[in-house]
């Protein structure tokens, strides 16, 4: 069926952006985020999809997050998150002075 061929393409080009949102330094906008959850929406309210959707899974897929639940969730990936690349920074300072150091002739430090 097409339609679900299309909620499957949208669901692709989503996780691609948790993806992005998880490993990339360009991270996605709020309104590409926005604009990728409205094509869903709309392919979700598709009438071909009428005999499999029923406006309580439609009610479902058009509700938000839990806020309370996911707010510690989200806590702990920003800090994960900061405490990552505080750590790449700190890394490639290092190397950057064991480099500086090798050009020097200097043992590099333990």
Request: net charge neutral; glycine share 6%; proline share 3%.
């Amino acid at each position: 069926m097409v339609a679900v061929g299309e909620l499957n393409e949208l669901l692709n080009e989503g996780e691609r952006l948790v993806s992005r949102f998880q490993l990339d330094s360009v991270k996605p906008t709020f309104s590409e985020v926005e604009e990728w959850r409205q094509k869903a929406h709309a392919r979700a309210r598709q009438n071909v999809l009428v005999n499999f959707v029923g406006p309580k899974d439609l009610a479902k897929f058009d509700t938000a997050w839990d806020e309370a639940e996911n707010l510690v969730g989200l806590a702990v990936l920003k800090h994960l998150c900061g405490a990552v690349d505080r750590l790449k920074k700190l890394i490639a300072k290092i190397e950057g002075e064991e480099l500086t150091n090798e050009k020097k002739g200097s043992s590099s430090r333990p």
